[in-house]
């Protein structure tokens, strides 16, 4: 299938269909490429190659075949596998937008009391806006909700609303597209032309472009924010061999 036509099918399919339409299509095409230069950290599965992914701008060998996993998950995989003990310890969970990648393997741990939440997806348990939770003060111990706040208008008030939720010394991680080149967030709200969106930042139900001052924003909201750049940790051959985005930063908050 050539580029333009995928551009425009993921740029013009509303999210719940496609989430629908991937489960199908899945396992034929995990079969199809099957080999070994790629692997997946997530399931352990190998491939020949990976798919290409992206709204305006297409990357090559970037979607997994068989978890549909991007390079921001497998390298958040890593890191909650090798850094910290999700994988063991009992904790109290929300999961924003939950990942297909990451739903079912989640809801199976026995040491999660894992709850997902979402505006519209239809794989989540609880449906609310994320300026408007319906949750208690201070009653989860993890949160993630990753490429999200990019979604969002009043981001502030969203980040406002994830710090009320999270337990004191609970931890949260906030992964958004961001331009590291850039030192300030750009946004701008009289662009509303769905196609201006997608050229302007990157996909059609954007509305902001985030820079490096994303984390002092975290941080005057309350958090203490670790900027983790967890490639460094890896060798150029593991990067190479779970297609992962070298130098992205894993912004992992406390309270």
């Not at 999660?112 to 319906?134: F, G, H, R």
């Not at 331009?179 to 946004?187: I, P």
């Not at 769905?194 to 941080?219: C, M, N, P, S, T």
Request: with cysteine; net charge neutral.
């Amino acid at each position: 299938m050539k580029i333009s036509v995928i551009r425009v099918l993921l740029n013009t399919i509303p999210r719940p269909i496609l989430i629908k339409a991937s489960y199908l299509a899945r396992p034929v095409i995990a079969l199809f490429l099957k080999g070994n230069k790629f692997t997946d950290p997530i399931d352990g599965k190998s491939f020949r190659k990976f798919l290409p992914y992206g709204y305006e701008n297409q990357r090559e060998n970037v979607l997994s075949p068989s978890t549909l996993s991007l390079e921001r998950h497998r390298l958040l995989w890593l890191y909650l596998k090798n850094e910290t003990d999700f994988f063991t310890s009992d904790k109290k969970m929300l999961h924003f937008a939950p990942e297909q990648c990451f739903l079912k393997r989640f809801k199976a741990m026995d040491n999660l009391d894992y709850t997902t939440t979402d505006l519209e997806s239809p794989i989540a348990d609880v449906k609310a806006d994320i300026c408007n939770l319906p949750f208690e003060n201070d009653t989860y111990d993890i949160i993630f909700c990753n490429h999200v706040l990019e979604h969002i208008p009043n981001d502030t008030k969203a980040m406002q609303e994830l710090y009320r939720i999270l337990k004191k010394g609970g931890m949260a991680i906030l992964q958004i597209p961001q331009d590291l080149s850039r030192l300030t967030t750009f946004e701008d709200d009289s662009i509303t032309d769905k196609k201006e969106r997608a050229k302007i930042f990157g996909q059609y139900d954007h509305v902001r472009i985030y820079g490096r001052d994303y984390f002092d924003k975290l941080r005057s909201i309350g958090f203490t924010v670790d900027e983790v750049d967890y490639t460094a940790n890896l060798s150029e051959e593991e990067i190479e061999k779970y297609c992962l985005q070298k130098g992205e930063i894993l912004p992992v908050v406390y309270k």
